[in-house]
């Protein structure tokens, strides 16, 4: 699902930048960032919060599954559920 959302990204308990979630699904993400990290990289993902949206404290747990140089494309540690895939994709566009 294509979507416009900023997220936090984190790497071994340190925050390493910002990305745009570009299209999310149940399985995964494809991030557009200028951060560069290495496949099998594990991630964490806390988006920033839109109008109407609460997501203080959601964080979601990913790895980096390729690379290009648009950015990052990352598949969920645990399959998210449709709820949580609903609030990442219903950013403004």
């Known amino acids: 699902m294509a ?3 900023w997220v936090r990204l984190g790497s071994n308990g340190t925050e390493v930048g910002m990305a745009n979630i570009a299209n ?3 399985s995964g993400a494809f991030l557009e960032t200028s951060i560069q990290l ?3 990289a594990n ?3 806390e988006p920033v919060s839109t109008a109407g949206v609460d997501l203080e404290d959601l964080k979601i747990a990913a790895r980096v599954a390729r690379t290009d140089s648009r950015g990052l494309g990352i598949e969920w540690r645990a399959m998210i559920t ?5 609030l990442l994709t219903a950013a403004p566009r």
């Open 3 to 5: 979507t416009a959302m």
């Open 24 to 26: 999310a699904s149940i």
């Open 38 to 40: 290495p496949v099998n």
């Open 43 to 45: 991630i964490t993902l």
């Open 82 to 86: 449709p709820e949580v895939l609903a």
